[in-house]
């Protein structure tokens, strides 16, 4: 069985980028299940649809990520392999291209799980990644609109707490991931954020921590976005991903999770999530979140 699931990202997606948001994930899917066809494996195909989401600059990933309170860019990013619980991750990492690229290297090339700031950076520049600046001119301008906002004494999202955080207007959305399953019945799932605007520097997410943002094991993977802060007290891709195992069906497993998190914390989460046997699940309890899904047989579905 052959199946990719990818998101763009759960939140407030404005109506005028809908339709770039979507042909996003199409693309990002097709990309990933082109290598499934040429007999690729789920692990190649996750990262490639990953990959082709951070190069996008619309998402908040890679080009495009979100800026922190003194105007870098911070990704964090994760890989997952189902059938070994394998398992690479990156924080809080700056200067390169494709945050999952890395993360995937440090699944392979270590004995380690999470490697981050300088020392991820370093790892990857060991490791050939270019110096690579991901700060779009578009990005710059709504920092810059940002700061003249706190300067002027407006209270803005800054990170120092949740109540902050979700009481400010929305930031852009576009975290991306990907589930990908292989006729193996390899299950991989990845994650790639720049986190949340104006987080403090040094702030860490949901996206690199297993079973908060990113969990796969034998039976089923999820990707999860949203505010991270609340899907890491929540291990909203780890619960997702057990309940499967457990007999529940993905659907009902992605909406009982986001249905915890409303009635628990009320901060905004989406999640996607593809079983061993091609079925998949995705639920959301903000307004909009983009998804794409590839199976045998079918064109890609496209949701928002
Ligand atoms: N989950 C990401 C984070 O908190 C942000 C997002 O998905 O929009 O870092």
């Known amino acids: ?31 990933a299940y082109q290598i499934l066809e040429q007999d690729g494996t789920a692990l ?11 190069d996008n600059p619309l998402f908040n990933a890679g080009a495009g990520s979100v800026l922190t309170l003194d105007g870098a860019c911070e990704m964090d990013a994760a890989i997952m392999r189902g059938s070994t619980f394998g398992a690479g991750a990156v924080a809080a990492l700056r200067g390169v291209k494709n945050p999952i690229a890395v993360a995937r290297k440090v699944m392979e090339e270590t004995d380690h799980v999470l490697l981050a700031g300088e020392g991820a950076e370093r790892f990857a520049r ?7 600046d991901p700060v779009t ?30 009481s400010q207007p929305k930031a852009p959305p576009g975290t991306v991931g990907c589930v990908a399953l292989d006729p193996s019945g ?16 040094g702030r860490v997410g949901d996206t690199p ?46 909406q009982r999770a986001i249905d915890l998190l409303t009635r628990t914390l ?8 593809l079983a061993k046997d091609g079925r998949w699940g995705i639920a959301k309890n903000a307004s909009t979140m983009p998804v ?12 928002i």
């Open 186 to 201: 390899e299950i991989v799932a990845g994650t790639s954020t720049g986190g949340v605007f104006m987080k403090l520097p």
């Open 44 to 54: 190649d195909a996750c990262q490639a649809a990953v990959m082709a989401l951070e």
């Open 137 to 166: 001119p578009e990005r710059r301008r709504q920092w810059e609109h940002l700061r003249a906002e706190i300067a002027s004494g407006k209270p803005r999202r800054s990170g120092l707490n949740e109540r902050m955080l979700t």
């Open 1 to 31: 069985m052959k199946a990719i699931i990818v998101h763009g990202g759960a939140g407030a997606w404005p109506l005028s980028e809908h339709r770039a948001a979507l042909d996003g994930v199409a693309k990002a899917a097709r990309a």
């Open 126 to 132: 060991t490791m050939g990644f270019p110096d690579h």
């Open 209 to 254: 921590l297993l079973g908060a943002g990113t969990y796969a094991s034998p039976d089923a993977g999820a990707s999860a976005t949203g505010l991270g802060e609340g899907v890491m007290k929540t291990l909203l891709a780890f619960r997702t991903v057990e309940a499967v195992g457990a007999g529940v069906s993905p659907q009902e497993a992605a």
């Open 292 to 303: 794409a899904v590839m199976t045998e047989g079918i064109e890609p579905q496209v949701t």
């Open 266 to 273: 009320g901060t905004e989460a989406g999640i996607i999530v």
